[in-house]
């Protein structure tokens, strides 16, 4: 094939009642890596429950900072701060009136159209 996916061991399959799946092309050696994944969006699991950083999903007793549109933190320095910028803040905080104490239930969706329109490359692994 020309788009370099000739010499994975697998092939993608796709069923109306299963959806898509992988299907081994040949046998797998023990061990041998065929399938790395990695990370694009990240929530906390319950992001309504307050006890994870919305932005590295740190969890634990330490201390917390709760942001202006009413999400948790691990701090305000946060090494992850970027994950949770000053527009999604904006928009989670212009929710208030609407969803009081529920902003962080637009997290996931709010995060998936901002991937919509600055990261059109993990858009299209989305989106199918």
């Known amino acids: 094939m020309e788009d370099?996916?000739?010499?994975?061991?697998?092939?993608?399959?796709?069923?109306?009642?299963?959806?898509?799946?992988?299907?081994?092309?040949?046998?797998?050696?023990p061990f041998e890596l065929v399938l790395r994944d990695e990370t694009?969006?990240?929530?906390?699991?319950?992001?309504?429950?307050?006890?994870?950083?919305?932005?590295?999903l740190?969890?634990?007793?330490?201390?917390?900072?709760r942001c202006a549109c009413g999400l948790t933190l691990c701090s305000e320095d946060c090494p992850q701060r970027h994950a949770h910028p000053a527009?999604?803040?904006?928009?989670?905080s212009n929710l208030k009136p609407l969803a009081a104490g529920k902003a962080a239930k637009f997290l996931l969706p709010l995060r998936v159209l901002r991937a919509?329109?600055?990261?059109?490359?993990l858009w299209g692994h989305i989106r199918y």
């Open 116 to 121: 919509a329109e600055n990261a059109p490359a």
């Open 58 to 65: 740190a969890q634990g007793p330490q201390e917390k900072f």
């Open 87 to 92: 527009e999604e803040c904006r928009v989670l």
């Open 4 to 29: 370099g996916t000739s010499d994975l061991p697998y092939r993608v399959c796709h069923d109306d009642t299963k959806g898509r799946f992988l299907v081994a092309t040949r046998d797998i050696k």
């Open 40 to 56: 694009e969006l990240v929530v906390p699991a319950r992001p309504d429950a307050g006890d994870a950083c919305c932005a590295c």
